[in-house]
C-alpha cells in the first residue's frame, strides 16, 4: 500500500537558518504530492503541492520538488522565521483504482524556530 | 468565507456514551472525509464520502459511524464500541473536479474528545 516516511523531529532551529524537512514515499502509479502545515490547536492547512513529476511546488517561502527518480518531496525554506513554528505533514494522493484521492500521511514534523 | 466549520471544538464523553462531532461545509464539495489525529502519529482516515447518500470505510472505521444525508454536512459518531476514543478529530473536503488525487483537502479547526 501507499506510505509516507518524513524526517523524525522535533526539529529546532534559530530564525534565518536554512530548513530541510525530508520526506519520502511509496506508492503505485503517479501520485500527487502535497505539503500541509498545522498551527497549535488548529487544523491542517495546504502550504503546497506538485502533481507530476519535476514539478515544483512554492508558497510562503517554501518549496519542494517531485523527484519520482527518488521518490522524495523534500520541503526546504531559505530563511525561517519564528512564524514558521508549526507542525509539517507531507502527504501523497492516489488517483487510481478505488482510492478517489485518497490520502496517506507522514507522522508529522514538530518544527521550533528561536529568536 | 467558505470554509469547514466543526463543533464543538472540546467534546467529553462518559465511559459507555455515544457522541456525534458535527462537520458543516459551504465550499460546494462533493468529498468529505474524517481522520483521527494521535501525537506523533500523523493522520488516520476513518470514513471518506464522495456523494451524498454514499460514505466508504477508511482505514480505521471500527467504532465509528457516520451518515451523509446532505451536500454539506458529514457528522462522526463515536460509538461505545470505540475502546480509545480520546484523539483529536479533523474533518476535511475537497472538490471531485479535474484529476480525482490532484485536489487538495480544505480541513477544519477540528475537534478534540476526551472521556471523562
Redesign the interface.
Known sequence: GDSVTQMEGPVTLSEEAFLTINCTYTATGY??L?W?VQYP??????LL?A?KADDKGSNKGFEATYRKETTSFHLEKGSVQVSDSAVY?CAL????GT?????T????TILTVHP | DGG?T?SPKYLFRKEGQNVTLSCEQNLNHD?M?WYRQDP??????IY?S?IVNDFQK?DIAEGYSVSREKKESFPLTVTSAQKNPTAFY?C?S?T?RG????????????TRLSIL
Not at chain 1, 99 to 103: H, N, T
Not at chain 1, 105 to 108: A, M, S, V
Open positions: 501520485p500527487s502535497f500541509y490547536g488548529e487544523g491542517l492547512q495546504l503541492k502533481t505533514f494522493s492516489s488517483a487510481g482510492s478517489y484521492g485518497k490520502l500521511f507522514g507522522q508529522g | 469547514i466543526q468529498a472525509y506523533g502519529q500523523g493522520l488516520r482516515l471518506y464522495q477508511g479533523l476535511a475537497s471531485q484529476r480525482i488525487g490532484d485536489q487538495p483537502q480544505h480541513f477544519g479547526d477540528g
